[in-house]
């Protein structure tokens, strides 16, 4: 089975840094997916890590350690309407497939 | 450019009543496709795939059932809909970018309400 565990809720100030974390437990891990949901909404691809190391988008950059089973997405200069709930994807190998389990994702509650 | 569909939007059922849902790919041929469902303040859970047209993975057992009668097409059935089925359910599909990345994207969602 798999194990993806990532913090419930984070509140931040506009502007500001955060760092949401995960880690994972799992076999035939192969990648791991960040995505934004916004309420009501379907999620929205952020980000798809396989190598070790920091990757970088705009404001969101998204690192792995496959060594460790740990990953962080962060996020810079953050806005209002970065305030939704992030999931934390593992894809592991499953008979001839790669087959994401999610997370249950970390509520960020950004504040003026 | 790929484009994902899914409808209805929301759906209100009562218990008992059977379910279709649709899903329809875009721009893309041959896509790995999903069916996940979110209930009210938990995570995405899996309940199929499908690598191909007639080639379906439960990961969950239920009353549910999906078949893929076309390349790009996802469907998801119940004969019979119980409370517990309620949910957002989203269907996804994914393309390799690379020899071990590949991205998933999300169709809009059905939101289900059974009564």
């Known amino acids: 089975g798999q194990n993806i565990d990532q913090p419930t809720e984070m509140t931040a100030t506009e502007g500001a840094i955060v760092q949401i974390n995960c880690t994972y437990q799992t076999s035939g891990f192969n990648g791991l997916f960040w995505y934004q949901q916004h309420a009501g909404e379907a999620p929205t691809f952020l980000s798809y890590?396989?190598?070790?190391g920091l990757e970088e988008k705009g404001r969101f950059s998204s690192f792995l350690s496959r060594s460790k089973g740990y990953s962080y997405l962060l996020l810079k200069e953050l806005q209002m309407k970065d305030s939704a709930s992030y999931l934390c994807a593992v894809s592991a190998k499953s008979g001839g497939s790669y087959i994401p389990t999610f997370g249950r994702g970390t509520s960020l509650i950004v504040h003026p | 450019s790929q484009t994902i569909h899914q409808w209805p939007a929301t759906l209100v059922q009562p218990v008992g009543s059977p379910l279709s849902l649709e899903c329809t790919v875009e721009g893309t041929s041959n896509p790995n496709l999903y069916w996940y469902r979110q209930a009210a303040g938990r995570g995405l859970q899996l309940l199929f795939y499908s690598v191909g047209i007639g080639q379906i993975s439960s990961e969950v057992p239920q009353n549910l059932s999906a078949s893929r009668p076309q390349d790009r097409q996802f469907i998801l059935s119940s004969k019979k809909l119980l409370l517990s089925d309620s949910g957002f359910y989203l269907c996804?599909?994914?393309?390799?970018?690379?020899?071990?990345?590949?991205?998933?994207?999300f169709g809009p969602g059905t939101r289900l309400t059974v009564t």
């Open positions: 890590n396989v190598l070790d």
């Open positions: 996804a599909w994914s393309v390799r970018t690379g020899t071990d990345t590949y991205e998933q994207y």
